[in-house]
């Protein structure tokens, strides 16, 4: 059994049962090996858990980018269609399921790990989105790539928000409305008309 083998396994127990319900037994009874092996990887729980949300992180930025620089569309598509790509992943996807459950709910005893994790993810979704406005861009004169990029990323965590405590028809609604005054607010083609 390969260490990130072992993670795979670990992260689908922790994104099921969360830190505390995951138990380093269940996940060695899934991976078909002995308890006593996850030592020969990970010092403890604490570390398997940490390397497992360090690579979710990393798993997510990379799912962004291919999701985004794979598009052939024009931006205002594209980033009307990846709030909702993204949302649904969450029903289908134990490494996105994961990665929010813990960031929203971190363990009290690795919080701060997971503040770094997290802060990576922001930064790294702060960056593809100021590249992309950069990129394909028809901000209006005093509207800038960072700004936009804020803007967008604000409704997204709103729209997490919602994800995790609320409903889906008020998420649906939530995403329509805010995506268009997003655009009012930042296209330089609505701007003039």
Known sequence: M??????AIALEQFALHGYQGASLSAIADKAGIKKQSIYSHFKSKEDLFIRAFEDSVQHELDFIEMDLVGSDTSIRNMLNQFPANYLARY?????????????????????????????????????????????????????????????????????????????????EKRLDHSLEVFWKGVSERECHE
Request: cysteine-free; hydrophobic content about 35%; charged content about 30%.
């Open 91 to 171: 029903r289908e996807d134990s490494n996105m399921k994961f990665f929010l459950r813990t960031s929203f709910f971190p363990p009290v005893e690795l919080e701060e790990p997971i503040k770094e994790g997290t802060e990576k993810y922001i930064s790294g979704l702060e960056s593809l989105f100021v590249q992309l406005f950069e990129k394909y861009g028809q901000l209006h004169g005093e509207m800038t790539p960072e700004k936009a990029s804020v803007a967008y990323l604000t409704i997204l965590d709103g729209l997490l928000v919602e994800l995790m405590y609320g409903r889906t028809d008020r998420l």
């Open 2 to 7: 390969k260490s990130n083998e072992l993670k």
